[in-house]
Nanobody
Framework: QVQLVESGGELVQAGGSLRLSCAASGRTFGSVTMGWFRQAPGKEREFAAAINWSGGNTYYTDSVKGRGTISRDNAKNTVFLQMNSLKPEDTAVYYC??????????????????WGQGTQVTVSS
């Protein structure tokens, strides 16, 4: 049974930082792109960041670029998202995502094969 389990979400003040983790189990994900989406209350789930299988290529939505860093540890089947300079508009449930093998367009949730259950990030002003 494949599972993606996120952790690290919490209440932080604007300007603060946090590191989200996603631990995968049930199979290895070393050959697929992994990513993070987020969903704010009343809004659609949106792409935040993605990282290819080797970690050599990363992709960010404009609102995360420069403040977020996605990384992965294939030996531990884990993906991370470091977020700095957090803003209230970053408040959302953050979901870990494992894309279908061979996907080359990461901004749509339609190309995600597996989802985590989400972790809440709340940024207070």
């Amino acid at each position: 049974q494949v599972q993606l389990v996120e952790s690290g979400g919490e209440l932080v003040q604007a300007g603060g930082s946090l590191r989200l983790s996603c631990a995968a189990s049930g199979r290895t994900f070393g050959s697929v792109t992994m990513g993070w989406f987020r969903q704010a209350p009343g809004k659609e789930r949106e792409f935040a960041a993605a990282i290819n299988w080797s970690g050599g290529n990363t992709y960010y939505t404009d609102s995360v670029k420069g403040r977020g860093t996605i990384s992965r540890d294939n030996a531990k089947n884990t993906v991370f998202l470091q977020m700095n300079s957090l803003k209230p508009e970053d408040t959302a449930v953050y979901y870990c995502a494992a894309y279908y093998y061979g996907t080359n367009y990461y901004a749509t949730p339609l190309n995600v094969q597996y989802w985590g259950q989400g972790t809440q990030v709340t940024v207070s002003s």
